[in-house]
């Protein structure tokens, strides 16, 4: 089928063997790529109630239909596994160079099964499956694994993920990380990678897949570029980054505060984009195939991290300058680069520490530890990824720290999962995106606060919530199944995708023949989530977000108001509640 290999690669790690699995045109048909083949693959090759960290689990790389073609923002590899963070279904993207020489293998996924009993390095190609020993490289953090790799696979554009010390020593929400500072972050499936013992994995190849319409598909392309040039969404990516939720959160009391105790923060303005020019050196950096150019590369020119160079995006900022009280961004951007040095999710691991500094608040715990303490919150960062102390607790997630900790009312999660950084008592329908997201509490499968901020539907408005949010689900769900960037969600319409799956697959379909292919991923994801034992509970916020008002704006959500907000959704995708226990 154009746009596809119609090819998969077994890797068995314990056998130390792979081989060639040949996928018909009805799967691509039904579930496209990305998502969707990540998806069918995953509950095709595990077994209900397996142990995430044991060597049934799968791990599995996939490209989409526009990766390596010429699509804008098509820079993106998925992951796919069984979550060591939730025990259910685990997907993560990230973009940088690794998806078009993964791509360049010839296989739409890779697919790795078993452990092995030694530490490993794979290397993959368009000829070959490489079995390199990597005990010399166990231990060292995410950007001098990603070197050596590199040095001793010695190809030009060769793409490397690897994991970092978290990541071996089995941390459940560690990441997978390439090209320093980009994360595969969420649900831990650093931690899957670590327990089959793989410390990197490096992709080069020359093969190429044919496109159905190529003269068509560079129309698109330059169509797209030229809109991209007039856009002032695009200006924002350009100037500010994610950097820019900064101030638009705050001015709507969404901005999460003091572990989830307030929606401002009255010291917001030192975690800006300006707050980071006056400190330091800033230039936007680009994906391939990117005109967002949504990165920020810094480096810092002054202070006790004067050299230091990351980036940093909203989410990070939110994590630990806001949860955590930190005022200054350059001691946000030191935080950042020792959790992608450790190979640790930040979004997770400002939610632990701010968590922790509350349970140090109300003497839960022996460990003493301040709001704005950046030099303590830095200790228990690497207590976590060497699971040391208090932090081998920590290490197993917010939901097994609050059972230990007596605090499961109050722990900021669903499924296990720690909330990104919208209040849901504000922005209502984040409420219902944390709740019903198949990774856990997400903001990324529907972006539904980008409809609430822009007035497309009040952020207090509940009927025909749901509605919307289908519908931006479904759209998002077909951009991880082609894969797409988040960020060109406004440049891409259903008319505009329908177009591209087009001119790429020779697929025609309509805006309810594209609803329909969502719904069957989004329902595949919901079985193996159902398999795995989800119960009615894990579709529930926290009852502090229905009970504890926002302490600046004294705004909550009503149970009443999520519950309507749950049922609808239920009734359109054509569900049944989840069990009870």
Partial sequence: MHGFYNKVLHIDLTRRSFEQESVNDEVYQEYLGGKGLGTWLLLNNTKAGIDPLSADNVLIFATGPTTNATVWGSSRYGVFTKS???GLYAESYAGGKVAEPLSGTGFDAIVVHGASENPVYLEISDEDVKFHQASHIWGKDTYETEDVIKREVGVKNVGV????????????????????????GRTGVGAVMGSKKIKGIAFHGNKVKQIAKPDLLRELYVELRNIGKENPGVKKYKDMGTLQMVPVMNKFGAFPTRYWHAGTYDKWQNLTMDALQQK?????????????????????????????KQEIDYETVGSFGGLCLIDDITEVLYLNDICDRLGMDTMTAGNLCGFTIEASHR?????????????????????????????ATLAEGVKHASKEWGLEDFAAHVKGLDFAMYDPRVLKGMGLAFATSDRGACHLRATIY?????????????EGKAEIFVDFEDRHTLFDALILCRFFRDLYPWEKISTLINTITGLELDKKQLQKMASSITNKTREFNLREGMKRADEMLPKRFFEDKLEDSGKVLPKADFDKMLSDYYRIRGWDAPPHE
């Fill in 84 to 86: 060591p963070l939730t």
């Fill in 161 to 184: 993920v690897v994991i970092g010390p978290a990541g071996e020593n089995l941390v459940r929400f560690a990441c997978i990380e390439n090209d320093y500072y980009r994360s595969a």
């Fill in 280 to 308: 330091s050196k800033v230039r936007a950096h680009a994906c391939p195939k990117c005109f967002m150019a949504c990165g920020r590369a810094t480096t810092v020119l002054e202070g006790r991290h004067k050299g230091l």
């Fill in 363 to 391: 003497q839960d715990i022996g460990e003493r530890i301040e709001y704005g303490d950046v030099d303590g919150i830095a200790a228990l960062l690497n207590k976590m990824a060497r699971k040391e102390g208090i932090g």
């Fill in 450 to 462: 980008k409809a609430e901020i822009s007035g497309l539907i009040a952020p207090d408005e509940i």
